[in-house]
C-alpha cells in the first residue's frame, strides 16, 4: 500500500481531475492505479455519458490503461485511489484484476460496494480479497459531488420554469 503522503498527493491530482470531469457533464469521479512503487500506470475519469458508454467509469478506465500498459490484467500489489467509493461493476471489476489496495475518497450510502451499501471486498464469494480504506479526502470529495448534482439540479429546475414561461 502506498504512503499517506503519496496518497493525499495522488487524491489531490484526482480531485482536480474529477473537476474537470465535472466541467465537461460527467460525474465528478477520477481514478488512478499506481505500481509497487507508487507511479500512476493507469488513470481514468467518467465518460459513460460523453461517450455513451454504461461502462465509462473512471476505475475502469484506469484498468483498462494500466493493463494495455503492463500487458497484464493482475494488480495484486498495486493501489487504486478513487474519489467516490466504487459502485457494485467497478468493485467487482477491481476484484477481478486482483487489485491490492483500494483507497477511496468519498463513501458512497447509497450505491457504494465497499462498505458503502454492501462490501464485496469480503463477501464470501469473492475470490479475491483486497485492503480498502475511505475518507482520503473524503470531505472534498464530497463537497465536490454535492455541488456538482446541485449545480445540475438548478439547471433543470432553470429550464423547466423556462419551459412553462414560453408555454403562458
Given at each position: 500500500m502506498?504512503?499517506?503522503?503519496v ?23 477520477a ?11 493507469g488513470?481514468?475519469s467518467?465518460h ?10 473512471a ?11 503492463r500487458?497484464?490484467w ?16 467497478c ?5 477481478q484484476?486482483?487489485v ?19 462490501d464485496?471486498?469480503?463477501?464470501p464469494?469473492?475470490?479475491h ?6 475518507g ?10 454535492e455541488?456538482?448534482?446541485?449545480q445540475?439540479?438548478l ?14
Open positions: 502506498v504512503s499517506d503522503a496518497s493525499l498527493l495522488w487524491m489531490d491530482r484526482l480531485l482536480r481531475l474529477s473537476g474537470a470531469a465535472g466541467d465537461r457533464g460527467e460525474i465528478p469521479v481514478a488512478a492505479l499506481l505500481d509497487e512503487a507508487g507511479r500512476c500506470v488513470w481514468g467518467n459513460r455519458h460523453r461517450r455513451a458508454d454504461p461502462l465509462g467509469h476505475e475502469l478506465l484506469a484498468l483498462r490503461r494500466a493493463a494495455a500498459a500487458g497484464d493482475r494488480f495484486n500489489g498495486c493501489t487504486l485511489l478513487v474519489t467516490l467509493e466504487p459502485c457494485p461493476m468493485a467487482g471489476a477491481l476484484i484484476a486482483r491490492g489496495t483500494v483507497i477511496y475518497a468519498a463513501a458512497d450510502p447509497k450505491r457504494g460496494a465497499l462498505g458503502g451499501s454492501l464485496l471486498s469480503s463477501h464469494s469473492a475470490h480479497h483486497m485492503a480498502v480504506r475511505g482520503v479526502r473524503g470531505e472534498l470529495a464530497g463537497q465536490q459531488l455541488e456538482w448534482f446541485r445540475k439540479r439547471a433543470r429546475q432553470a429550464m423547466a420554469a423556462a419551459t412553462a414561461a414560453g408555454d403562458a
